[in-house]
């Protein structure tokens, strides 16, 4: 069973940080890839950042290049996201996905966490 620790999602004004953190752990599990996605009731699940775990390949959605930074945790098949200079628009529920490679589409990931709320409001 593939278990999925999520933390850091909260309310921020516009132009502050959060940090969203990610650990799955599981018998028999192979992840080499992890990542962000975010999703609004108007809109399907996005790819916001994404890496191959060896550091190899890290990608990130243009509407937060330069703002946002994913990097591996301490812990094993651990992830961080930091946000920074957060915009209104970045409100959404942030999920955590994992899997055996890295992928834009949201079906070729494999495990998926439930979610935490980010919240950009003046």
């Known amino acids: 069973q593939v278990q999925f620790v999520e933390s850091g999602g909260g309310l921020v004004q516009p132009g502050e940080s959060l940090t969203l953190s990610c650990a799955v752990s599981?018998?028999?599990?192979?992840?080499?890839?992890m990542g962000w996605y975010r999703q609004t009731p108007e809109k399907q699940r996005d790819l916001v950042a994404g890496m191959l775990l060896s550091g190899e390949t890290i990608k990130y959605a243009d509407s937060v290049k330069g703002r946002f930074t994913i990097s591996r945790g301490n812990a094993k098949n651990t992830v961080i996201l930091q946000m920074n200079n957060l915009k209104f628009e970045d409100t959404a529920k942030y999920y955590c996905a994992a899997g055996s490679r890295f992928s834009w589409s949201q079906s070729e990931w494999t495990y998926w966490g439930q979610g935490t709320q980010v919240t950009v409001s003046s």
């Open positions: 599981g018998s028999s599990l192979y992840i080499s890839a």
